[in-house]
């Protein structure tokens, strides 16, 4: 795929995003949120529900023919492969936090090539932000004072700061908590949903691991930010994290400004 096709994208993509974010915020302002349990036990609200209406005739509409799967469509499932091109969503990233209103979720929307994520849009609908970023053209965020390049913070080096660790506030496994152990000092922030990789995108954490259980639609659309802003996603083995496989969950992984900083822990 052309670099100069993804950009041509970017504002309506942005659009399609704050629209399904607005979508989120409407039900967020009510007062009683229906919350009902999938297959899997996971939580669904009408948010995710009315996010992915918004996100589907958006991205379709945009005329590229390029199918889109969805969390919340298990029938799109099949259009993951390995090669070619398609849409990657999670309309509502952090349902729990979405829940727990604490203003930490995300709608996130990935364009995914030949396995790889080559443009990211996490938007922050509660807190006002958005980040978006593809490989070459560099990774941004938006907010109402404008839009700003973001960048992963620079090496640590001699100890001038403790390393910041980035952790799930709603699966802070035994595993997380044993890794976070062994690293020594750190400083330990707690995020929901894919703004755990815009923290370490933005340069406000330097190292974020996960043990727990993610499937493909939580990690790209962030991961093509954070790779944007000059960070890197592996799998515990060293491997690239991969989209389109034949399992949608992912492996544990660890997302760094980095990997100089993989390497050292």
């Not at 999938?38 to 023919?65: F, I, N, W, Y």
């Amino acid at each position: 795929m052309r670099q100069l096709e993804v950009n041509a994208l970017v504002p309506a993509v942005l659009d399609i995003a704050r629209a399904a974010g607005n979508r989120v915020l409407d039900i967020y302002g009510t007062s009683q949120v229906d919350v009902r349990s999938k297959e899997d036990l996971s939580p669904v609200t009408e948010a995710d529900l009315a996010s992915h209406d918004c996100l589907v005739r958006g991205l379709q509409g945009l005329g590229m023919g390029w199918p889109v799967v969805s969390e919340e469509d298990t029938a799109s499932l099949p259009h993951r492969r390995a090669d070619g091109c398609y849409w990657l969503l999670d309309p509502l990233d952090g349902t729990k936090e979405f829940i727990g209103r604490n203003g930490e979720f995300t709608v996130n929307i990935a364009l995914i090539d030949n396995g790889s994520p080559m443009l990211g849009v996490v938007a922050a609908p509660a807190l006002g932000l958005v980040y978006w970023g593809a490989p070459g053209v560099g990774a941004y965020r938006v907010s109402s004072a404008g839009t700003a390049a973001i960048r992963v913070a620079p090496p640590l080096e001699g100890g001038r700061r403790p390393l910041r660790v980035v952790a799930s506030r709603s699966h802070m496994d035994e595993a997380t908590q044993a890794f976070i152990g062994r690293l020594g000092p750190v400083e330990l922030v707690q995020a929901g949903s894919s703004l755990k990789f815009c923290m370490v995108a933005e340069g406000a954490a330097d190292l974020y691991p996960r043990f727990a259980p993610t499937c493909e639609w939580d990690t790209a659309a962030a991961q093509a930010v954070l790779e944007a802003a000059g960070g890197c996603v592996v799998a515990w083995d060293g491997a690239p994290l991969r989209y389109g496989k034949p399992e949608v969950l992912n492996a544990s992984f660890i997302a760094a400004a980095s990997a100089q900083i993989i390497g050292r822990h």
